[in-house]
Each structure stands twice: as C-alpha cells, then as structure tokens.
C-alpha cells in the first residue's frame, strides 16, 4: 500500500461516526452533529447541533462547542485555532429536553485543497455557578429528522473543498 494510499484509509477511518463518552450510550437524547455543511447558500459554513436532556433537580443546561480539523500530514484531529470556539453558552433553564447550536464560518479554501471538520461538544448541567454533572461529545451521525428544519442533515464531519 503506498503512503497516499494509507494516508487516505486512515483519514477515512478517522471520519467514521466518532463515539461519543459512554455517557451517551445510556442517554440517547445526549448528542451533537453537523446540521450545515458547506452549502451553495452557505459557503464555508459549518453547524453544529447539540441535544441536551434535562437532569434530575433542574439544574440549567450549558454547553462549549468547538471545532476540530483533520490534520492529514499528521493523520490527527487538530483544535481550530482561529474562528471555531463559540464559548460557553446556557441553552436551557433544566425544565425539559433543549437543542441549540451554533454556526462557524470559513473562507472557501484554495482550489485543490479541502478542510475536514468536526464538532466537540463540552456539556455541563449547573445549579448556580455549581457544575453537577458533565458529558463531553463528539458530532456523530444518524440525528437527522425531515421535520426539524434544524436537523434536516445530521454528519459526524464535515468536508469543505475547492
């Protein structure tokens, strides 16, 4: 197998649905995805969704997203320095279920090259300023619902190339 070709197995191994922590497994309404991927209306744009279920005792609901690149020349997934941290957000009051997310922007790379992406959600449940439980994902596929205009797509990863 040639160098490129490895290279090419191992990034495609890479975007396969990343697992989230098994924190998950037992919380099927606990996820993060790509919702907007590089569309002809939206150039460059990457969403990232986040579904967050309610804990016992209402404690409100937080969430860090952030972007990841895929670093081919080092067959890794590299934190995006520039532009793709939203910082920490309250997205629910801890009275139901909740989903929000938030949509990053890039400049089209140059002609040739492509950027692979991938969302990693940082979860906190907090009562006050008290974090009382925690879930760290990773977007993954398989969210998508033709009547929720926000889940119409639903990607671990998101490829954006000229």
Do not use: Y
């Not at 279920?53 to 404690?59: D, F, L, Q, V, W």
């Amino acid at each position: 197998m040639t160098k490129r070709a490895l290279a090419l197995a191992l990034a495609l191994a890479a975007l396969a649905p990343a697992a989230a922590l098994a924190k998950t497994d037992a919380r099927p309404d606990l996820w993060a995805t790509v919702n907007l991927c590089d569309t002809p209306a939206r150039p460059g744009a990457v969403g990232i969704r986040v579904s967050i279920p309610r804990e016992k005792g209402a404690p409100e609901q937080w969430a860090h997203i952030h972007l990841q690149w895929f670093d081919g020349g080092k067959l890794a997934w590299r934190a995006l320095r520039s532009g793709g941290d939203a910082g920490w957000r309250r997205i629910g009051i801890g009275t139901r279920l909740v989903q929000g997310g938030t949509t990053f922007s890039f400049a089209a790379p140059s002609a040739g090259t492509r950027m692979v992406l991938r969302g990693v959600v940082e979860v906190q449940w907090r009562d006050g300023r008290k974090v009382v439980d925690r879930a760290h994902l990773l977007t993954t596929e398989g969210h998508a619902s033709s009547a929720d205009l926000h889940r119409r797509v639903s990607r671990s990863s998101c490829e954006i190339k000229r």
